[in-house]
């Protein structure tokens, strides 16, 4: 009976154990607004970024380790970030009217999965490493069994910063002195890796278009409906050289919508259809709606203008009949993307 107590112990510190590798899992909250900037320090120089819905903005310097955010009302996204000591952090990002914490420092816990160099002169390229499972399913935070100089390096880097640091976030900027040690400490870790974007493009367009296809209309008027079958431009995004079209296709009816494809043309002033637009990517076209269903779809363009004589046309085509939806867009809508 006198072991009770040990035991007992044992168990709670177990499960204390087990509760904050789960949380260290767990994708870190951030709320923020257009009014205030939530500044995030990191405990390495920022690497990559997959950016989030095109209502927040978050922006950071080329071999800096400090993240500033920023966002406006719309539907909640997700961030994630990649350091040069290949930490890996997850955010859940949300509008909120008033912000409760306006300084965040990181830890390496915190970070969900980590990407090891597997070679010190860049040939071998990364490989992701997650944590581990021991016998009883626990995460732990074994992350290479092998010897790596690489590691052994950002190890001594991880015990400077937590020496600067005190508490876990959210921690609100109390010690400017703390923070710039933070900085300091992180300035010469490595160089930066190449953009996703230059890596590989249609999975930069893929993330893009995730995390944008669901958003709700900015142009509300901008539809179209053919017995009961209506195409709604939701909107028109640019980032970086292309133009991508969120467009929403609504099956009204009591029966499934077989769709035959969803074209773009341009259309100039003497009223013929021009050459149908190649997109350089398509996102989420299926090819049957549900009775009362809809499909979200985003199709992505090399950027462009048009003139006031011309409009773009967008074609829905029924695969099962000649019935066709046309949706006509406007030089104002369309060399006026809302963000």
């Not at 107590?5 to 789960?22: A, D, M, Q």
């Not at 508490?167 to 923070?179: F, L, Y």
């Not at 350089?280 to 709606?289: A, D, G, P, V, W």
Request: negative net charge; charged residues 25%.
């Amino acid at each position: 009976m006198k072991s009770f107590p040990t035991l007992l112990i044992f168990f709670l510190g177990s499960l204390l154990f087990s509760s904050h590798n789960l949380w260290s899992q767990t994708p870190i909250d951030l709320k923020t607004n257009d009014f205030v900037t939530t500044t995030i320090f990191f405990p390495s120089n920022i690497k990559k970024v997959v950016a989030p819905a095109a209502n927040f903005k978050f922006t950071y310097e080329i071999g800096s380790n400090i993240g500033l955010l920023k966002g406006r009302k719309g539907r909640p996204s997700n961030l994630l970030v990649i350091t040069e000591q290949g930490y890996i952090y997850s955010f859940a990002l949300s509008f909120a009217e008033e912000v409760p914490e306006f300084s965040f420092i990181l830890t390496t816990d915190q970070a969900i999965s980590r990407t090891i160099p597997s070679d010190v002169n860049g040939s071998g390229g990364t490989k992701i490493v997650e944590q581990p499972s021991n016998d009883n399913g626990q995460k732990t935070g074994t992350v290479n069994e092998e010897p790596n100089e690489n590691v052994a390096v950002y190890d001594k880097v991880d015990d400077k910063v937590s020496q600067v640091q005190t508490t876990a976030i959210p921690v609100r900027q109390k010690d400017s002195i703390s923070q710039e040690s933070i900085v300091e400490s992180n300035t010469n870790i490595g160089e930066g890796e190449e953009d996703l974007y230059d890596v590989d493009r249609e999975e930069y367009y893929r993330i893009f278009c995730e995390n944008n296809y669901l958003q709700k209309t900015v142009f509300k008027r901008s539809f179209r409906q053919n017995k009961k079958i209506a195409v709604r431009l939701n909107n028109i995004l640019v980032d970086r050289n292309e133009k991508y079209f969120v467009v929403q296709i609504e099956n009204n009816s009591k029966k499934a919508y077989d769709i035959a494809g969803l074209s773009f043309f341009k259309k100039s002033d003497v009223g013929q259809l021009e050459k149908i637009m190649n997109p350089l990517y398509r996102f989420n076209l299926q090819e049957s709606i549900d009775p009362e269903g809809i499909n979200e779809v985003v199709y992505v363009f090399k950027n462009f203008n048009i003139s006031a004589k011309e409009k773009i046309v967008v074609v829905l085509a029924d695969a099962n009949s000649d019935n066709m939806v046309i949706l006509p867009l406007d030089y104002l809508l369309i060399n006026s993307p809302s963000n």
